[in-house]
């Protein structure tokens, strides 16, 4: 919800899709992300699929950027150790690697 609240554009994307199951995709891949958060080859491969799932689904590099912010605010508050700005900036870059190559390969 924070997110449609925040960049109300996005919600297109969701058109065909509820929003439940979304919410149960979305914690099973925050979940995986953050049990292997110092495996960035897991991270990458996952990350990899998940990119060019979404660019059939009309998914464009500026939304990632979107999804990442807010992501890392949801995480930030309920996140039980403690956030500081290295951790952010390594998920970030873990994040964003993967991403940024769907993108190039299209």
Do not use: C
């Not at 500026?62 to 930030?76: A, G, K, P, Q, R």
């Not at 900036?89 to 190039?104: A, D, E, F, N």
Request: hydrophobic share 40%; glycine share 4%.
């Amino acid at each position: 919800q924070r997110l449609f609240a925040e960049y109300p554009e996005t919600t297109t994307l969701f058109k065909s899709v509820t929003i439940e199951g979304q919410h149960k995709k979305l914690l099973a891949s925050m979940v995986m992300l953050i049990k292997h958060l110092r495996d960035s080859a897991i991270i990458e491969d996952y990350l990899q699929g998940l990119g060019v799932r979404h660019q059939q689904y009309g998914v464009e590099a500026s939304h990632y950027e979107m999804f990442i912010e807010n992501w890392l605010s949801v995480i930030s508050e309920f996140s039980e150790q403690e956030w500081n700005e290295p951790l952010q900036k390594r998920l970030i870059r873990q994040i964003k690697t993967p991403l940024r190559s769907v993108h190039l390969h299209r």
